[in-house]
């Protein structure tokens, strides 16, 4: 399941940051409404944030509650871009 996350959009999942360089931005949650090549936009309900990926550790919630913790460096790209990686792995 960890590998179909890494590849799948993120968009809709629930995600708190776990760990960040930017230590303001830890413990954050939110709903991904946007997801581009680096970053992640968060909304909480009232204001969205704007997450680079390479320097994050989220934390991802599944609908069916189960949590994954995922670098961010493992998610850059575009969702096309992460499948097109992981089809070349193989």
Avoid: W
């Avoid at 799948?8 to 949650?29: R, Y």
């Amino acid at each position: 399941m960890y590998n179909d996350l890494v590849i799948c959009p993120l968009i809709g999942f629930q995600v708190k940051i776990v760990h960040s360089t930017n230590s303001s931005q830890n413990n954050k949650t939110g709903r991904v409404v946007k997801e581009t090549h680096g970053t992640l936009t968060l909304s909480d309900g009232t204001r969205n944030i704007i997450i680079p990926k390479d320097v994050a550790t989220f934390e991802v919630a599944l609908p069916d509650g189960r949590r994954f913790q995922v670098n961010g460096k493992t998610i850059i790209g575009h969702p096309a871009e992460r499948i097109r990686r992981a089809r070349r792995r193989r």
